[in-house]
């Protein structure tokens, strides 16, 4: 199916129909399934057995190799060099027929005591009282990335409002963050905190180089978030909306799949729907404490407010996440009445399509301040 689809041809606006007789586009949608079905066979061509039965069924056997892919990256966790050695060559002969061959400048066999980055996290076992605890956290390499993202953001920002620097800035650090919860960062969430102050401050004072810092402080920072005594919380103070920190973003460690569980099988979905519901959204206290009293839907049609068939793999993801949610979900104060004669507001989110169809507005005026 797969090969017919690849040679089906497509249609290009303005040029009409074009045949595909051979390749894909670099860094294409379809790539990562091309290399699964590529890569199938993979573990078994390293070594790697499974439990058959019992108590621990669906977990490595105590003298077998454990192999992680991912797309076309992949790590051989072995117990000794003299294994790995022999994985890495029973996997290059597998990979010689498929016209496939590792890169040596990117291939190499280290200890776990030295570490080793993979996909944007470094794994490194340090010694402990019992032998070793192994530590996975962020690598330098992605939070060096992510400094400069930052910064180039607030160079462009330059000349813009307060609103547009936390609608630009506040899903870039909040999906990145979202992304790496899962493993011990809150070292690294605190120092990038430091550095994300350093860069709200800079801003500002570029945008108002006559005003003394007294008035600068006063203007942007503050106690913005009503439940934290920190009053140096970059914000606007027209619309309440604030930059969350880093450090104030809960960990939460990685469940692990059960067994073999894969997202494609359709007889796991309710295995995977109730993952999905475990799963704490990367979203604030005051918006999840909402969100739970209402049980996850809108008032107004009854559908789930939050949608996510398949959690976000990448910071990226994460942050046209938080995007495209802050847009599709309002927070709007519906009047009701309670035990007494006062009536007073409560707070509901609704999703911004259904308020605008109940109440005939064309935009939802009031923004998620996620």
Not at 95 to 101: F, M, N, V
Not at 149 to 173: D, M, W, Y
Not at 309 to 332: F, N, Q, S, V
């Amino acid at each position: 199916m797969i090969r017919d689809w690849l040679k089906a041809g497509v249609f290009e606006a303005g040029k009409g129909f074009a045949p595909t007789e051979e390749g894909t586009p670099q860094g294409g949608i379809i790539s990562p399934c091309l290399l699964n079905v590529a890569l199938h066979g993979l573990e078994e061509a390293a070594g790697v057995t499974y439990v058959a039965s019992g108590k621990h069924a669906g977990e490595t056997r105590r003298d077998s190799p454990a192999l992680v892919r991912y797309a076309d990256d992949l790590v051989a966790l072995c117990h000794s060099k003299e294994q790995a050695e022999q994985v890495k060559a029973r996997l290059a002969g597998w990979l010689a027929p498929r016209g496939l061959a590792f890169n040596e400048d990117k291939t190499r066999v280290v200890h776990l005591g030295e570490g080793f980055d993979f996909l944007g996290f470094t794994v490194r076992r340090f010694p402990s009282r019992r032998g070793g605890k192994l530590i996975i956290k962020p690598s330098a390499a992605a939070v060096r990335r992510f400094k400069r993202r930052l910064a180039t953001e607030f160079r462009s920002l330059r000349g813009a409002n307060a609103a547009a620097v936390l609608a630009r800035i506040a899903p870039v650090t909040r999906g990145w963050g979202a992304f790496y919860r899962t493993v011990v960062s809150s070292r690294v969430f605190s120092g990038l905190d430091d550095y994300l102050w350093k860069l709200c401050y800079k801003w500002a004072t570029w945008s108002h180089p006559k005003k003394p810092k007294p008035w600068i402080a006063g203007r942007y920072f503050g106690r913005f978030h009503p439940g934290r005594a920190d009053r140096w919380v970059f914000g606007d103070r027209a619309s309440g909306a604030y930059l969350p920190r880093l450090a104030w973003m809960k960990i939460e460690r990685h469940q692990m799949v059960a067994g073999a569980a894969s997202p494609d099988d359709p007889s796991l979905a309710a295995y995977w729907a109730h993952r999905r519901r475990r799963a704490r959204p990367p979203i604030g206290d005051g918006t999840l404490r909402l969100l739970r009293k209402q049980r996850g839907r809108c008032p107004l049609c009854g559908d789930y407010l939050l949608h996510a068939d398949d959690e976000p793999r990448d910071p990226g993801e994460w942050e046209r996440w938080l995007t495209a949610t802050r847009k599709a979900i309002t927070c709007k104060a519906v009047a009701a009445t309670g035990s007494g004669s006062t009536p007073h507001d409560q707070r509901r989110l609704i999703h911004a399509y259904c308020w605008r169809r109940a109440t005939g507005a064309r935009t939802a005026t009031e923004l998620l301040h996620l």
